[in-house]
């Protein structure tokens, strides 16, 4: 497993396949730049970022599924480990954002929806939700999207939240982290906080 996490209790984390805009997205979340690519699998170790003075860390995990240049063994190595991360910091986790490319997230999934299989990000959902995870699905590159509200819907529905997706604010967030436009996904998690009573934490989103 990962060996990487500093000492502190709240966590939030990001989730999602490789090449989504997990790590543009940490830095827009904390004004920090960490590596990003073209290329899928750039981020192989999470990146963690916490405050001196505060008792919280954000967390940024390796992309899953398809990486092209990244054995089907290795592949899979990696998605056990965030499996297990995120089973062992499950109480301390106050929000898990799940990370989809809008552009891509309805092919990607109808492809591997199948008699036994189930697609990497529903199977991710529905862990967090068996570990009692409160999750954002963020919607990023929806700077791609055309459709916006038909793609919306249609991703509400593929994780099994009715469409609407207007319905689901505090659930589905529309984002383009690419150009900081990530007010949707603040606004939700930043809900999330206050449901959870930690008010205090709200300054970071
Ligand atoms: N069009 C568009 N591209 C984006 C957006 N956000 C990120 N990208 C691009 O998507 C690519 C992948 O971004 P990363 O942030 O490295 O993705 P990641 O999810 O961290 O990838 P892994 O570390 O492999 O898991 C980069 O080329 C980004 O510039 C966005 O909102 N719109
Ligand atoms: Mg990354």
Known sequence: ???????????VVLVGRSNVGKSTLM????????A????????????????????????????FGFMSGVPEERREAIKTDIVRYLETYAENIL???VVVDGKSAVDIIDRHTGADEVPHDVEF???LRDLEVPTIIAVNKMDKVDDRD??????????????PWTQWRDTIAPITAKRGEIAALTDAVNGHLEDAKRDDLKKFF
């Open 1 to 11: 497993m990962f060996e990487t996490r500093p000492d502190r209790d709240a966590e």
């Open 27 to 34: 830095r827009e979340l904390t004004g920090h730049s960490f």
């Open 36 to 63: 990003k690519g073209r290329k899928p699998g750039v981020t192989r170790q999470p990146n963690h970022y916490d405050w001196v003075s505060e008792d919280f860390v954000i967390t940024d995990l390796p992309g």
């Open 95 to 97: 929000v898990a954002v």
């Open 125 to 127: 959902v529905m862990l």
């Open 150 to 163: 038909d793609r919306l819907d249609d991703i509400a529905d593929r994780f099994g939240l009715l469409p």
